[in-house]
């Protein structure tokens, strides 16, 4: 095949060349006219190479010499490979670069980068925009635009000025987006970072996760410490480790709590699940609400039904249709968590309690009970009972003041 | 590129070693690798050769060159190292509050 061959360590002015283009090491190519040279076939280079200019070619093989920096790729302008552009060395890339696979084994800074794919052994700079469909980066990976990608691995850290990445992350150490950032699912072992405005498919992080405002996240699974300034939006939220919101966090489906979570205005979910700590002003919950360690609120713990573990704190008023406090529960195999035991001690304390059936177990202490049914177990303690309907009481119980039936019952705070 | 702040432990290279090496699922050759890793070639041999007589990587060679390519066990030690290093990062971030 007809082509042109750039012996080492000599320098080529070129223009178009049909078929390929065979360099020695250390070569230097320049444009003879227009600033672009033309390779329709393949451009091999056996070691370094200086372009000075703008490079279009079929496909472009750079052999490495070793490490060093006499092994490197420059390209002074734009580069554009129509297909798999393969660099055993770094490259440095002024322009822009446009490929349909892009692999360089070294760091690779450069122009914006628009390329199906994209892999880099070592560090990827890219001062500008990322277009990709998978970004492979074995270092640290730096955009100074915005991007947009299927998929992205990094090794160490990742940093963007936002953008979407709607298939999978996994960035083994932090992420920073400075923009907003359209995700799908990310896992990071380190930090991650997002400002207001970002949202995404599923989230897990093992470290710090801090949402700089308003966020929305399908699913979200923080095992270290995450903040919300703001409020949160997601349809399942797992705290193993802290989360706090300082606005409302509104979940669709459930919402589970080892750890802690501190929540500044409304928690709403559909399923409640406590085995750690929750702080919030009020939680309303449209179905169930399992307390097998403390919930802290001001107005009150709504739910269709509330089951308040043995050993557990309640502070603030519950409210609920079925409302039982102090059964022994084995909520580590209700929702298949074998490692869980339960820390807390055998006393069930809660506040006033609002039901249509109230039932207060062994060990159980309430401030005032109204209920339309209401049932006291050997040795439970309550100040007030109000009931519509009937009372069931043993034969050890403490009540501060004597029961009183009603004809209606006061209105729940919640 | 500019140049690093601190000398990496010996640790920190044996994990970028690895992690080079898992982006390469077709393998991956010594220049490559020293390229993607920054030390040169005949360091590289040394910390290669040990990896992969712990079994973390594994050499397989063709006729014309040897390449290098990422085990379970090296993926194992990888997630376990970055976990761990994600919590002593966020213990050292405690530390300065104290």
């Known amino acids: 095949m007809p082509g042109y061959e750039v012996r080492t360590g000599t320098s080529a002015r070129l223009s178009r060349i049909e078929g390929d283009l065979k360099a020695g090491r250390k070569v230097t190519i320049k444009a003879e006219s227009g600033g672009k040279v033309v390779v329709t076939g393949e451009a091999t280079f056996e070691g370094q190479v200086t372009i000075d200019c703008d490079f279009e070619c079929g496909t472009m093989k750079v052999e490495g010499l070793g490490f060093g920096p006499g092994g490197n790729v420059t390209i002074r302008g734009n580069l554009t490979v129509h297909g798999r552009a393969d660099f055993d060395a770094s490259a440095t890339v002024d322009g822009t670069i446009s490929s349909e696979d892009l692999d360089v084994g070294g760091h690779l800074e450069s122009g914006p980068i628009d390329s199906k794919r994209v892999r880099a052994g070592g560090h990827l700079t890219v001062k500008g925009g990322l277009k990709a469909e998978t970004v492979d980066v074995g270092g640290h990976m730096k955009v100074l635009g915005g991007v947009s990608l299927q998929d992205l691995r990094v090794g160490g850290h990742a940093e963007f000025e936002g953008g979407s990445i709607l298939g999978e992350i996994r960035v083994r150490g932090h992420i920073t987006s400075k923009k907003k950032l359209d995700f799908g699912q990310l896992e990071v072992f380190g930090s991650f970072s997002l400002p207001a405005g970002s949202s995404g498919q599923r989230l897990s992080a093992l470290g710090t996760v801090r949402f700089e405002g308003d966020a929305a996240c399908k699913e979200l699974e923080v095992s270290g410490a995450a903040s919300v300034k703001g409020n949160l939006g997601a349809e399942r939220v797992e705290v193993k480790g802290k989360l706090d919101v300082s606005g409302g966090l509104r979940v669709s489906d459930r919402l589970r709590v080892y750890g802690t979570l501190d929540v500044g205005r409304v928690v709403e979910c559909e399923n409640l699940g406590v085995l750690g700590r929750l702080v919030g002003e009020s939680v309303r919950v449209g179905g169930s609400a399992d307390v097998a360690g403390e919930v802290r609120t001001t107005a009150g713990l709504k739910a269709k039904s509330v089951q308040v573990g043995r050993g557990s704190r309640v502070t603030g008023p519950i409210v609920g249709g079925e409302v039982e406090v102090g059964r022994e529960t084995d909520f580590g195999s209700m929702w298949g968590l074998p490692w869980w035991r339960s820390a807390v001690g055998s006393m069930t304390t809660v506040g006033d309690v609002y039901g249509q059936s109230v039932r207060l177990c062994q060990r159980s202490s309430a401030k005032r009970v109204y209920g339309d049914m209401v049932e006291l177990q050997d040795g439970a303690t309550a100040q007030q009972v109000t009931y519509t309907k009937g009372l069931k009481l043993p034969s050890k119980y403490s009540l501060h003041e004597p029961p009183v039936r009603t004809e209606r019952l006061p209105e729940p705070p919640l | ?98």
Not at chain 2, 38 to 59: I, N
Not at chain 2, 68 to 84: A, I, Q, V
């Open chain 2, 1 to 98: 590129m500019g140049r690093r702040n601190s000398k990496r432990s010996k640790i920190e290279l044996y994990a970028q070693i690895l992690e080079v090496v898992t982006h390469y699922p077709e393998g991956i050759r010594i220049t490559r690798l020293s390229y993607g890793v920054r030390v040169p070639v005949d360091r590289l041999k040394l910390l290669v050769e040990k990896l992969c007589s712990l079994g973390l990587t594994r050499r397989y060679a063709d006729e014309e060159e040897t390449h290098y390519g990422s085990t379970p066990k090296g993926l194992e030690f990888l997630d376990t190292y970055f976990r761990m290093k994600g919590f002593l990062d966020e213990l050292d971030k405690g530390s300065h509050l104290q």
